[in-house]
C-alpha cells in the first residue's frame, strides 16, 4: 500500500521498503507453473518449488524445501548466486538473502498471505550449500 502510494519511507514503524532481489525469479517460478501462488498450499509449495528452480531455471544444483509449523528450512547445493555468500563486503546479502533466497521468501508470503521474514542464513564452501531458515510471521 505504501508502495503504491510511491511512499518508500515509513514513519511507523520506522523503515524503508524495497523491492526484493529475488521478485524477478518469483515471476519466472509463477511463468513456469502457469499459475499465480497466492493461496497455494505451502505443502505444495514445497514440492513444486524445488524441480522448477532446479531443472526448469537451473538456478541450483540441488535444492530441498521442508517446513514446519511457521519454520522453513532450504537447502541449495551450488545455487547460481553463492558466491555473494562469500564476499566480506555484501552486507545485505545476510539479510535479504540472495536472488533465490529472495524468491524463495516471496514465493512463501505469497502463498500465505503472511510477512516471512529470513532468520539465519549459511553458506559452505566444503560442500557448495547454501542453507536458509525461514520464519512466518504469525498475524
Known amino acids: 500500500e505504501e508502495i503504491a502510494r510511491r511512499k518508500f519511507l515509513l514513519e511507523n514503524p520506522r523503515g524503508i521498503c524495497i523491492s526484493p532481489p529475488g521478485l524477478g525469479i518469483l515471476d519466472q517460478i509463477e511463468k513456469e507453473m502457469g499459475k499465480d501462488l497466492s493461496g497455494i498450499q505451502l505443502s505444495d509449495l514445497s514440492e513444486t518449488l524445488p524441480p522448477i528452480i532446479t531443472e526448469n531455471l537451473q538456478l541450483a544444483k540441488e535444492i530441498e524445501v521442508r517446513?514446519?509449523?511457521?519454520?522453513?528450512?532450504?537447502?541449495?547445493?551450488?545455487?547460481?548466486?553463492?558466491?555473494?555468500?562469500?564476499?566480506?563486503d555484501l552486507k545485505s546479502v545476510r539479510f535479504l538473502g540472495c536472488p533465490i533466497a529472495s524468491a524463495i521468501a516471496c514465493a512463501i508470503a505469497k502463498s500465505t498471505g503472511k510477512i516471512v521474514f529470513i532468520q539465519k542464513i549459511e553458506a559452505s564452501q566444503e560442500d557448495q550449500a547454501v542453507k536458509v531458515w525461514y520464519r512466518i510471521m504469525e498475524t
Open 67 to 88: 517446513s514446519e509449523g511457521s519454520r522453513i528450512h532450504v537447502s541449495m547445493i551450488n545455487p547460481a548466486y553463492r558466491s555473494l555468500y562469500t564476499s566480506e
